[in-house]
């Protein structure tokens, strides 16, 4: 009787534990970005007439996993837009959808020479919302500069 009690309490606190899935959650790899190991690129969240897609940072890796430009700042911030445009588009939406970047630099002080390159991916005239945080580094000696961003893509 008692092992039946045990195994009455076990099977409905598991039962209440249990995770579910969550239908309104998508978890987004493209392949024109690189595979990304342990992580996903982005989650989009559907949030009833539009999609927020937020993406894991994005560092200056292309589709095959190699770094574009070392110890070049001015390759890698482009392979990050690349990127960050290419998970957008794979989303359904176009850099315009972009809401917010938070930026994680080496050299803070190379701030204009990413927003020059940030100017060719992002509507200007009316920029996401940003941060900008200088960090004595990053994961890899040779990433200089890591991007995350969200995107609020309408639904058609």
Same mark, same amino acid.
């Given at each position: 009787?008692?092992?039946?009690?045990?195994?009455?309490?076990?099977?409905?606190?598991?039962?209440?534990f249990?995770?579910?899935?969550?239908?309104?959650?998508?978890?987004?790899?493209?392949?024109? #970005? %690189?595979?990304?190991?342990?992580?996903?690129? /982005?989650?989009?969240? =559907? &949030?009833?007439?539009?999609?927020?897609? *937020?993406?894991?940072g994005? #560092? %200056?890796?292309?589709?095959?996993?190699?770094? /574009?430009?070392?110890? =070049? &700042?001015?390759?890698?911030?482009?392979? *990050?837009?690349?990127?960050?445009?290419?998970?957008?588009?794979?989303?359904?939406?176009t850099?315009?959808?972009?809401?917010?970047?938070?930026?994680?630099? *080496?050299?803070?002080?190379?701030?204009?020479?990413?927003?020059?390159?940030?100017?060719?991916?992002?509507?200007?005239?009316?920029?996401?919302?940003?941060?900008?945080?200088?960090?004595?580094?990053?994961?890899?000696?040779?990433?200089?500069?890591?991007?995350?961003?969200?995107?609020?893509?309408?639904?058609?």
């Open positions: 009787m008692k092992k039946l009690l045990y195994l009455i309490l076990f099977s409905a606190s598991s039962a209440c249990a995770q579910k899935a969550n239908k309104d959650v998508t978890f987004l790899n493209p392949a024109t #970005v %690189g595979k990304p190991f342990g992580y996903s690129h /982005a989650v989009i969240v =559907d &949030l009833g007439k539009n999609n927020m897609v *937020i993406m894991s994005q #560092v %200056g890796l292309d589709k095959d996993g190699k770094l /574009a430009g070392n110890g =070049d &700042l001015t390759s890698q911030t482009e392979q *990050i837009f690349t990127n960050i445009k290419n998970i957008i588009e794979a989303a359904g939406g850099m315009n959808d972009l809401v917010e970047l938070n930026y994680y630099l *080496i050299d803070a002080s190379q701030v204009q020479l990413v927003r020059g390159i940030r100017d060719k991916f992002v509507n200007t005239k009316q920029p996401p919302a940003s941060t900008l945080v200088q960090v004595s580094k990053l994961f890899r000696d040779d990433i200089l500069i890591e991007i995350k961003a969200t995107a609020i893509i309408k639904k058609k």
